[in-house]
């Protein structure tokens, strides 16, 4: 293993090149250029044996190539951001629909228009009915780690699903963090080989992704039920990645929650800042806590229900939006809490839209809100940066 300083974008590639893939279809976009430009270059260098390094015309083209080398049983990895992430759109239910485990990492860029570089979670959470699983990094060593768990969630048996982990465009993408790079030696440990048995081969002709008319809700039945089963494949996966490289992962990310009576629920490196400012309103005496939302698809509800059992007002900051609804996590939150006996009061507060920063002083002003709902009794919904009317 070694420690050094890389950005979220060659953080992934590092991920991807560990996972020894045979197959990286590519097209650049702004903010995922890096990652593809770094292996690229590996593999110019001959430093990606075995991997075939291929450009495409367009993200359509991209995702369509990736199911076809699935298909035939290749391990597959590539990326993209945003609007490309939105032209892949129609492939992405093909290719949960053929239960292929291509990985895929995604760096959250606002979306047109108007056009912006900076993230939000828009063009990511977009994907959330596709089939896909659905992981969330915080910071650049989680993405490399993700992509790692992400093969071996992917290809167990009773997952067989494609896997997308996720990165804050630009605050991950392009800020240098110490990661620390495992090496092959390890990764191959972790990582086996992968033995596809549902895939076409010359000795074993199958037909895949073919058309089923009466018997289609059949196959969006499996889909589901391989979903739900990725949710004890994720906890086992940690388990043994926490024995081989020594750090400890759970569903949710749970932070000074033992007596928070406010909870902060956040996805992404705005997790980071938030984790700061509580640290600070501890000090102070406020009883403030963070659940951190890492994995989107599944859903882990028995997660979020036993973290969320002793809060008393929580506030969803959502960095995104569903225009004409509100944030799209708040009403997830509100379903997965509302068969509990004692509910606790919770508020929406939509920020950081386009890469609006999020200062560790708004985090401390969104709190400061809900402690006032909790002595009015009141919810409120609210967006945060600008004043609606």
């Not at 969006?220 to 081989?244: M, P, S, T, W, Y």
């Not at 506030?315 to 225009?323: E, F, G, L, M, Q």
Request: charged share 25%; with cysteine.
């Amino acid at each position: 293993m070694k420690q050094t300083l890389i950005t979220g974008n060659e953080a992934a590639a590092w991920g991807a090149r560990l996972a020894r893939p045979q197959y990286i279809p590519s097209f650049p976009i702004t903010p995922q250029t890096e990652c593809i430009e770094t292996l690229a270059r590996w593999g110019a260098d001959g430093e990606l044996p075995n991997t075939y390094f291929d450009r495409l015309e367009s993200e359509h083209s991209v995702m369509s190539a990736a199911v076809g080398a699935a298909a035939v049983g290749n391990r597959v990895f590539t990326a993209t951001s945003s609007q490309g992430l939105l032209l892949m759109h129609e492939v992405l239910y093909i290719a949960a629909g053929m239960r292929l485990p291509i990985v895929m990492a995604t760096i959250s860029r606002g979306l047109s228009a108007p056009v912006t570089l900076w993230s939000d979670h828009n063009d990511f959470l977009d994907q959330r009915d596709s089939g896909w699983l659905m992981f969330h990094a915080e910071n650049n060593q989680e993405v490399l780690d993700m992509i790692l768990m992400a093969y071996r969630v992917a290809e167990d048996h009773k997952v067989l699903l494609p896997v997308m982990v996720n990165m804050d465009g630009f605050v991950l993408s392009f800020t240098d963090e110490p990661v620390t790079i495992p090496s092959f030696e390890m990764v191959d440990k972790f990582l086996l080989d992968y033995t596809p048995e549902h895939t076409i081969t010359p000795d074993r002709p199958v037909t895949i992704g073919a058309v089923a008319l009466d018997e289609y809700t059949f196959f969006r039945a499996q889909n589901h039920v391989a979903a739900r089963n990725a949710l004890g494949v994720i906890e086992q996966v940690q388990d043994e990645f926490e024995k081989i490289f020594g750090r400890n992962y759970d569903l949710v990310d749970e932070f000074m929650m033992d007596d928070a009576e406010l909870v902060l629920i956040t996805q992404g490196s705005m997790s980071t800042t938030t984790k700061a400012a509580i640290k600070e309103m501890r000090a102070d005496g406020i009883k403030v806590g963070l659940l951190r939302l890492r994995i989107i698809r599944p859903w882990p509800a028995s997660a979020i229900k036993e973290a969320l059992k002793n809060a008393r007002a929580i506030a969803v900051i959502d960095r995104n939006v569903a225009p004409g609804k509100g944030g799209i996590m708040f009403p997830e939150i509100v379903e997965t809490l509302y068969y509990l006996e004692s509910r606790p009061l919770i508020s929406s507060f939509i920020v950081g839209l386009g890469g609006n920063p999020q200062t560790e002083e708004k985090i401390k002003e969104i709190t400061h809100k809900l402690m006032e709902d909790l002595e009015t009794g009141k919810s409120r919904v609210e967006w945060n940066d600008v004043e609606e009317s």
